[in-house]
């Protein structure tokens, strides 16, 4: 069974930078986008970050584009997100998602597969 296992939340103070990581086992991690998404406190899940599993596309939600960059290394079968200029409004709890060779990139429900979550908490 495939897993995703996230790594490298915590607590940062405003304008800090953070890195999160999604290590995959027993998946194909070339053949997959990958995801991130976050869901804050009472909110509701909201996509990231994606890379596609080919090309030079990075997608990003608008409100972390240019602070935010995502990127893979196939050869290690990880996933990484660089946080930087932190905010209060990035506390949530961040999820890497899997989604095999797909064009949904933006559906969380076309993903196949999710980590357990890393909790990021931005002080003011």
């Known amino acids: 069974q495939a897993q995703l296992i996230e790594s490298g939340g915590g607590v940062v103070q405003a304008g800090g930078s953070l890195r999160l990581s999604c290590a995959a086992s027993?998946?194909?991690?070339?053949?997959?986008?990958m995801a991130w998404f976050r869901q804050g406190p009472g909110k509701e899940r909201e996509f990231v970050a994606v890379?596609?599993?080919?090309?030079?596309?990075?997608y990003y939600e608008e409100s972390v584009s240019g602070r935010f960059t995502i990127s893979r290394s196939n050869a290690n079968r990880t996933m990484y997100l660089q946080m930087n200029s932190l905010k209060p409004d990035d506390t949530a709890v961040y999820y890497c998602?899997?989604?095999?060779?797909?064009?949904?990139?933006?559906?969380?429900?076309?993903?196949?597969?999710w980590g357990q979550g890393t909790q990021v908490t931005v002080s003011s």
């Open positions: 998602a899997a989604q095999y060779r797909g064009d949904y990139y933006f559906r969380q429900d076309k993903y196949d597969y």
């Open positions: 027993e998946l194909a991690f070339s053949d997959y986008d």
């Open positions: 890379i596609p599993w080919k090309g030079p596309s990075r």
